[in-house]
């Protein structure tokens, strides 16, 4: 079973850093529904983490990273694009989908040369991955097929005895955020959520594809 911890406690920050890592799968509240967190690079982790989940082995985990300034770690020439999506919904619910760096090696990336990543808009997590110093994983914390928890009871109740810490932190944000692929020739929504295509558009002053 998970040792459970409230959000607020003092040394909540800590024991998650302790457990990353330690290799361990941490359940944590965020701005958007509840995620798993494990440090992505450290395979023998993500592996973990995709046989909690049930995770079917080609489906790629996007990455946490703390704030912008962490791009590079992830990704080699930022885009203008990406920054000018990073700087509008940054922290927040915006997924974006950039070529990887190719010093980042993470079995969360399935083997593709891209990374989907996002700076989330929940300081608890922030200050975890800050701590940690090098990106994580931020899927969403349930068992594939079912749907993502909103609060820590339901996320214990599907993943629970399948990680090493879960940080109780009250009703997460709800809403899954929108994933959108920078990739390709044209913007393209990989996934609707919490920002809209409008919103992504405006932004860039361009049409993306739905
Ligand atoms: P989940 O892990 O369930 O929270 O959902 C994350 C979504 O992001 C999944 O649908 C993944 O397929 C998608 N995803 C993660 N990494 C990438 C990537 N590099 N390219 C495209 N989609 C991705
Ligand atoms: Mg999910």
Known sequence: MARIILAQSQECIAEAVNVLRGGGLVCLPTDTVYGLAAAAENNAAVQRLF????????????????????????????????????????????????????AFHSLALVGGDTVAVRVPGHELVLAIVKEFGR???????????????????????????????????????????????????????????????????????AKVSK
């Open 51 to 102: 046989a909690a989940k049930d995770r079917a082995s080609d489906n790629p985990l996007p990455i946490f990273i703390s704030s912008i300034n962490a791009l590079p770690s992830v990704c080699d020439d930022v885009p203008v694009d990406v920054m000018q999506l990073a700087n509008a919904f940054w922290p927040g619910a915006l997924t974006i989908v950039i070529p990887k760096a190719n």
């Open 135 to 205: 990106p994580v994983t931020g899927t969403s914390a349930n068992i594939s097929g079912l749907p993502s928890p909103s609060t820590a009871y339901d996320a214990d109740a599907q993943i629970g005895d399948r990680v090493d810490l879960l940080i109780d932190g009250g009703r997460a944000g709800g809403a899954e955020s929108t994933i959108v692929d920078l990739t390709g020739e044209r913007p393209a929504i990989l996934r609707q959520g919490a920002v809209s295509a409008q919103e992504i558009e405006r932004v860039l002053g």
